[in-house]
DNA sequence: CCTTTTCGTCAACAAGGTTGACCATTTATA
DNA sequence: TATAAATGGTCAACCTTGTTGACGAAAAGG
């Protein structure tokens, strides 16, 4: 490897760590026979977790425009993975929210989640994940002035 | 932020804190006129540097196929960044290396990344990113049999 | 010499992003 | 109260970067 001697970039090392939990979630969810499970869908399932939310508003959680907010939903909803349903109190708005099949999805994604994490406390140790996580977060939140950002399922 | 009181996935800080070396990275590029750069470059200019490739050897060095690979190599050669010339033993194969602007982007992009990761050392402290490199390295090695793994600019 | 493999390019399609446009609905203003 | 402005969601075109399949030229193998 040419890197061998000089420092690998921390990006290189961040995006290389990234993908590793990714990729192992979505072989994990292949697996278990979840086969229509498209990177994306992940953001969308964490963003509407704890509460329904509207195509406008999901835009804006996950950093990107009203558009391509609509057309992740758009095979979700045909998944049956979400629903959306005409607000009662605003004729324009679209109520966002899990479906049954999208509960089910959520769970299984948050179960691997957990095995893939307490993978790399048993690499490097607990101690060292929390660590990580601790620094991590101070970085995030001094570069957004003190709030987590949104983020892009793609840059 | 619906994160609050639940540890922040680890995978999204990784992602957040990437996005935030990249987009800095992309931004300042801008700012020094540098107004046709995009996020793949970085990968071909970093699999470059140390020694001239090939169209099929960049792509196996991305993770991606020739055809991705050709499909970047198109706009950083009509933009100058990159020069492509048939290999005088092999008439099939393009000897891809860096031309003159090539490097003069390659100059910009690690004098910026030096101080985002100064910067970071300003945040939490050089021995914390240090340690950070560490930890990362060991998950990553340990995940692919001791090597660092191709990585896709793009999932 | 013929078959198989390899390289790079062309083409079509996909995922997920952008901008612009449009219509319906709601809110704000005169 | 009527009109203007703002908002929400969808349609459309295009972009970046990925995939697969196909193809012709060149090289390697039998």
């Known amino acids: 490897m040419s890197e061998r001697g000089k420092p690998v970039p921390l990006a290189r090392l961040l995006l290389m760590s990234y993908r590793l939990l990714i990729d192992g979630m979505h072989q994990r969810l292949r697996e278990e026979g979840w086969h229509d499970v ?33 057309k992740i939903l758009d095979p979700m909803d045909a998944a049956g993975y979400v629903r959306r349903s005409v ?19 959520l769970a299984a994604v948050e179960c691997i989640y957990a095995e893939l994490e307490a993978e790399w406390g048993a690499a490097i140790g607990v101690a060292a994940v929390e660590l990580m996580r601790k620094h991590l977060t101070e970085i995030v939140l001094a570069a957004n002035g003190g709030e987590f950002p949104a983020i892009r399922p793609s840059p």
Chains 1, 2 share one sequence.
């Open 87 to 105: 607000d009662p109190e605003d004729a324009r708005v679209k109520i966002v929210e899990l479906a049954p099949r999208g509960w089910e999805l």
């Open 38 to 70: 498209r990177p994306a869908y992940g953001f969308v399932l964490l963003a509407t977790r704890d509460r329904s939310t509207t195509s406008v508003e999901l835009a804006s959680l996950l950093g990107v425009t009203k558009q391509a907010a609509s």
